[in-house]
């Protein structure tokens, strides 16, 4: 049911961790359903220089916060938050139909990391 | 990958050998259909009533008894839907648990359509149903008590026995999913006083897509399918004759080798539960220690998900099944694990491990220490068990 993409992912998912002075964090979702995403980004002159996660979730859930934390790494901030669910679920060759979500939830963390940079950096 | 080590024998078993061997001549040489009344025919009649004789004598039913059905859950809906309509005149009143399977729950929510009224009653922290519970949810209009006899997620005994005599006294039809406790622990119709019992050949080395209806003679039920005389014409359609070879062989093998099944099944099972618990912090058994089936372990691993917990484990060859949302395709976890007061973020983290006479003290031991690593892999990635 999943791609060869996520498992490659959900088996060595890449950016696992924390990071000590992140200059923004965000955390989505909740345990009752079963996900919750938590993003560390480390910001230098606008541009993501460093991304951590750290999920409880299923295979998909794993894999779409290690393939997020990829794509955004490298990024400028504004970049980073035109990132989307799909643009994540394309790049790890799909997902099934009822995984969807644990995409739209890397979105929202790695937005909600960015929102919390720029609220403590303006 | 190393060789596989199956632990989800509650989902299905493997056909025994000795099983498929004489289901094989059905397909060929002796393809009759029992209905014929020549030799051809004769011979498969032969064979069907041999089945029905060795499912009979396994549960200690009567041959005229026992109805092939294509598995448990068309069993449990047959039971269900059609005892309680043939005796709607005395009432539209079900009473079940909340940790059926879900061949008889959606089925209870099928007849609360068609205007039933049905009380689930609920269980204790380890599963089990009170029957004072039982014998206090009777009404005058009750038709039926549908309880099942194991859990098939935790494994829980449900005292049978003790409900059979309360539905017999109160003179209420009492049904019971059998499914996971034929070949596992011993069943008698007549001693847990039961008038219908479902049970399915794939749970116990028999092929997949037969099973067995147990009807009490003189319960009155309504035919499942038209149109033919088979199964007493009650259930209509040319028999699944190999298949149904297969489950007689399956249950007589099964139940002939209880004593060995259950001593080894049980040593094997607390070896894996203490290992689990003994060696991974955190984790807590679902069900009770001692009433459960033989071969069921079931735990809860706080801080990881369930899904990806089973995936891991395959990745390295070993086979379980998980009650967590992403597993059940739903949001909510499994909803035994709910009933028995699991928090939903712990429910979304069960493992359950179903053993079978192939699985080794070397495998468990394999289990255990394999668990340990994917357990901790995945906490260390849990936002969770930063406190831990």
Redesign the interface.
Known sequence: MYSEKV?EH??N?RN?GELADASGTG?VGN????????MDIQVEDDVITDVKF?????????ATSSMATEMVKGKTVKEALELTNTAVAEALDGLPP??MHCSLLAEQAIHAAVEDYQKKHQ | MNKIIYMDNAATTATRPEVTDVMLPYFTEQFGNPSSIHKVGRDARRAVENARRQVAAAIGAEAREIYFTAGGSESDNWAIRCAAMANVKKGKHIITSSIEHHAVLHTCEYMEKLGWCVTYLPVDEYGILSPADVKNAICDDTVLITIMAANNEIGTLEPIREIGMIAKEAGILFHTDAVQAVGAIPVDVNDWNVDMLSLSGHKFHGPKGIGALYIRKGVKIENLILGGAQERGLRGGTENLPAIVGLGKAIELAVSELPQYTEKMEHLRDRLIDGILSQIPQVRLNGHQTKRLPGNVNVAVRYIEGEALLMRLDLLGIEGSSGSACTSGSLDPSHVLLAIGLPHEIAHGSLRLSLSMENTEAEVDTVIRELKGVVEGLRAMSPLAMNA
């Open positions: 498992m959900f088996e998912p696992v955390t345990a009752k359903c079963g996900d919750i995403m938590k750290k999920t409880f979730g299923c295979c998909a859930a794993i009822v995984k």
